[in-house]
């Protein structure tokens, strides 16, 4: 068998690729830990393939990855691999590669699948962090307080203490020393609060993300059970594994107690989810974890970035405090230095952008190869306008999803109530659609069934809300008949949508465009074997506004890409553009400001640097608007460049500003444009 896809790896990618394959029984662990861009996705791509071709049963083989896209592109890649040895056949061993997917998203179909085993009923349906933070909201309601104290904290905070303390294993007390000090005083009551949140979720047969992790891992410790799961597979494989977190560690220890057909891959210099409790540990006591030791691998040519960009990535690491990865070299010269550009404001910012993308295009490089990338979400709207003010069209990751709008959100409730109705947020959710509905009657509705054991019956007994009428009857048809084998799937995606639509003019004046949302919707489900993979599969993973993956008629188009930074991981582009590379924003100002907080904040400027293939442009705007973070509201802030391109290496950048010659025309406003960007970029796309 000619194996000619090792020749295009190096030594060191092809041994980490042939490890242990080929000789008695399964490899022993294995770990590949090195910089961005040195091959590590490719290399474990490869290892896939080999071990394909070397007789392993694709169907037995778990891939983890960071995000679905990243599991899809992955199963492409060993796909196109086993094809240049097994021509068409090999489209039919990939095909089975069916168990590649996020930890979060694996963790649910197994579960699924072990339902009963475990206590929980099958039909359990999967709050996204939006539902999670409206059930925390509820149950704070329910104690009180809410009420009593307007300072407690919000519902997103207490959220993401909950989630802190679940998924690194520690008291309630250090995670609130450690990062939300302002809130040390409510203890006491957090605890009443989780606790109580914790059972409504068992009540409502709900699982919120972290369950999925945690049930898993107690499935793990369970040991008829543990060993059933652990017997399904044969290889596991981990990919960006600097961003896992305890839970997820323990759970591959539980899978391969030996280290025996386990592979993970990761960089400690890009570890950026701490705020989820992820822990650069993991990566780095993965060696010691198993006896004899992982055999470790480590990579030092980069093949993504010309040496200039390369230069100034490692410079901005080179300053970190802690790193195990060493720095890398590239043999791709370019005379272009990376470009730090200052400009006076965001609209400057925004204009500069949208004319070097323009450049560029007119330079052969679409727009498909050309990305901005962001601290934070809200960096991008001056951006956003502008852009659709010159149409281009862009597609927007890790921002605000499609479908964290109102109306699909809507509609996923209906189906989701129908799946499993003691889940009270979507019951809330669908029942205030109805007119002359509001929290409380929702509320008593709720109480009443969910005490029956089976509660759409119980709904279809109670007698018809005062002033809702004439849409009761309508509504419990749907409800029962979605329940009953009904029409079945993706059919039934349509009768909740002939439902919804007159409440969706009731409540929206832009009902058209949100329509048009929903046939899209409609047009995903049809993608999905079932009601409940859908569900699963979108709340864990969901589709970015526009992206090609919802199925959108983008797919052919050529647009530009908008990605906060955490979702840029793992992807590269020819020229890259980073937005506010100013002190405020990268390091941002929001967090406590420890070192280690800051430290995370210098890794991930080096990982959006090192996604540029070809050329690479940090802007800082001298101005900067902030929104209600100060004590004194909205204002202009005067910027600075940020901390972690000190002085000393501007000489490996070339330093400009834009505009060349300052305009003096005219009065500018100073406030940046608010506008419905979303509606005009669907407008546009139409
Ligand atoms: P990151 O840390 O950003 O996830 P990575 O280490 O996973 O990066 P890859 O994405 O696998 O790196 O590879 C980066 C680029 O280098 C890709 O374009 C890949 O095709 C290319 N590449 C990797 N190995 C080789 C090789 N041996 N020869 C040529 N190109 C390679
Ligand atoms: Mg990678």
Partial sequence: MSLAYLEKLNDRQRAAVEHGVGAAGLPGPLLIIAGAGSGKTNTLAHRVAHLIMNGADPRRILLMTFSRRAASEMGRRVERICRQVLGDKAAVMTDALAWAGTFHGIGARLLRIHADQIGLAEDFTIHDREDSADLINLVRHELGFSKTESRFPTKGTCLSIYSRVVNSETSIAEVLKAHYPWVAGWEEELKQLFAAY?????????????????????????????????????????????????????????????????????????????????????????????????????????????????AAANAVIGEARERFTKN??????????????????????????????????????????????????????????????????????????F??????????????????????????????????????????????????????????EIPAPPKSGADWPGFLDLLLGLRKAGPGWPNEISAARTWYEPHLDRIHEDAETRKADLLQLEQIAAGYANRERFLTELTLDPPDATSDQAGVPLLDEDYLILSTIHSAKGQEWRSVFMLNVIDGCIPSDLGVGTTAEIEEERRLLYVGMTRARDSLTLVTPQRFFTYGQNAQGDRHVYASRTRFIPAAMLGLFEAKSWPIVPTTAGERSTRPIRVDVGARMRAMWK
Avoid: C
Wanted: a negative charge.
């Fill in 328 to 401: 890398l070299w590239s043999d791709r010269e370019s005379e272009e230095r990376p470009a730090l550009v200052t400009v006076r404001d965001e609209a400057d910012q925004a204009r500069y952008i949208v004319g070097q993308v323009l450049e560029n295009r007119e330079r052969g490089i679409g727009l498909k190869q050309q990305a901005v990338l962001f601290r934070s979400s809200n960096h991008s709207s001056s951006l956003e306008v502008e852009l659709t003010r010159s149409n281009i069209p862009f597609v927007k990751f890790g921002g605000l999803k």
């Fill in 403 to 460: 479908l964290d709008s109102a109306h699909v959100k809507d509609m996923l409730a209906v189906l989701r109530f129908a799946q499993n109705p003691r889940d009270r947020v979507a019951g809330f959710r669908l029942l205030q659609l109805l007119p002359g509905i509001g929290p409380q009657t929702a509320g008593r509705i709720l109480d009443t069934i969910a005490a029956d054991p089976e509660p759409l019956v119980a709904l279809a």
């Fill in 198 to 310: 914790v059972e409504a979720k068992q009540v409502q047969n709900v699982l919120d993300y972290d369950d999925l992790l945690l049930y898993w891992a107690q499935m793990a410790s369970e040991p008829d059970l543990a060993g059933e799961i652990a017997g399904r597979f044969d290889h596991v494989l981990v990919d960006e594994y600097q961003d896992t977190n305890r839970l997820q560690a323990a759970i591959l220890v539980a899978l391969k107690p030996g280290g025996h057909g386990l592979t993970v891959v990761g960089d400690d210099a890009q570890s950026i989810y701490s705020f989820r409790a992820a822990t650069v540990r993991n990566i780095l006591d993965f060696p010691a974890a198993f006896s004899p030791p992982a055999h470790v691998v480590t990579l030092d040519r980069n093949y993504r970035s010309t040496q200039p960009i390369l």
